[in-house]
């Protein structure tokens, strides 16, 4: 089978939870089958592999890298004919071979469209309705979809994976310093770092000078993080920007946090702290609640104080923390492997090669 892999993003020129998929897809892909690569890149087109076909995304003109990105596309598939199409980003055409399209978040870059959002929707609910197989990661993704005016009957749901081999438990080196407590994702005011740090600010002074708060992720909005840095003034917060090695900072963890205020389609800030057996303290939101299965503490949304009471509650009960880490642990090397999310999507994509 020929496997075409079509995505604006890809690692290491991009470090995110879809970069990561599409990279781990490519790997696992170019093993079984006949593969070409066209993924965009934003940094360094250095960092994509020799032999993709590199298209530059500029952020200041992203209709212009859409564009561009699908006139890549449309080349390759005339080269390679390719029995199947596995597609990220809604740019990518749907009329060259039957097409996996992996879909995220409807709401995601609709800014950019401006006044033309309205042509955005129709293009994307057309395209979606012409795709072999259309992917969500979790049912609550497929809901959103739904209500922005997919029919839900056609999408599938296929739960991305995580290296269990990288994040994975690591023992406390020492018992020397504070718990640490981590957040990682980027700096953007729907992921709620502020949450995260007015939590520790209002933690009684007995616990905060127990705990340190590590803020780990690429900035997307400048002004947010000057305001971060504003709040934790005298605070045990530090800021780590976007670090090569993630699953380290993970293993060094000891409880992760997850207060996001928006919408998510996954959350890989708790899946990957429970594949680290880590206890998580997480929003209480439709696809994180979907994804962890209620292994954590739940908070709604938002709620400074009930944060604050979750890691108190998690510092003061090391058992309690144990317990949850070793639940998580089980719950992602079972749903969220590799191996099992792989087994997934290929199946997906042979059904897809033999329309």
Not at 54 to 60: F, G, I, L, Q, Y
Not at 130 to 156: C, H, N, S, Y
Request: aromatic share 6%; proline share 6%.
């Amino acid at each position: 089978m020929k496997v075409l892999i079509a995505t604006r993003v890809f690692p290491p020129d991009v470090r995110s939870g879809v970069a990561t998929v599409m990279g781990e897809l490519w790997s696992r892909i170019r093993q079984d089958y006949d593969a070409r690569l066209v993924a965009g890149f934003w940094t360094d087109e250095s960092l994509l592999p020799a032999d993709a076909k590199a298209v530059r995304m500029d952020p200041d003109h992203m209709l212009k890298s859409r564009g561009a990105m699908e006139l890549a596309v449309r080349r390759a598939a005339l080269t390679f004919r390719p029995d199947v199409i596995l597609a990220h980003g809604i740019e990518i055409p749907v009329d060259l071979a039957p097409t996996v399209g992996l879909l995220t978040d409807p709401r995601a870059g609709e800014r950019l469209w401006g006044r033309v959002r309205g042509v955005r929707k129709k293009l994307y609910l057309r395209r979606i309705a012409k795709m072999a197989v259309p992917i969500v990661p979790t049912e609550a993704a497929r809901q959103r979809w739904a209500g922005f005016g997919a029919a839900p009957d056609r999408l599938r749901v296929a739960s991305p994976g995580v290296d269990t081999a990288a994040f994975r438990p690591q023992e406390r080196v020492s018992t020397d310093g504070p718990l640490r407590l981590l957040y990682a994702a980027r700096i953007e005011p729907g992921k709620g770092q502020h949450v995260a740090i007015e939590a520790v600010k209002g933690l009684h002074p007995n616990v905060r000078d127990r705990v340190h708060l590590d803020l780990v992720g690429p900035v997307a909005d400048t002004t947010y993080m000057d305001g971060l840095k504003r709040r934790a003034v005298d605070a045990p917060v530090s800021f780590h920007g976007d670090v090569s090695d993630l699953a380290l900072r993970y293993r060094q963890a000891d409880i992760v946090l997850f207060p996001t205020v928006m919408e998510e389609v996954f959350g890989y800030s708790a899946v990957d702290g429970m594949a680290c057996g880590k206890p998580v303290v997480f929003s209480k939101i439709g696809a994180v609640r979907e994804v962890t299965a209620g292994v954590g503490v739940e908070v709604p949304p938002g709620d400074v104080k009930r944060f604050g009471e979750a890691i108190r509650r998690l510092v003061k009960n090391p058992d309690e923390c144990r317990e949850l880490g070793r639940r998580g642990r089980e719950l992602v090397v079972e749903r969220y492997s590799w191996a099992a999310a792989w087994s997934r999507y290929r199946a997906l994509l042979e059904e897809a090669a033999g329309r």
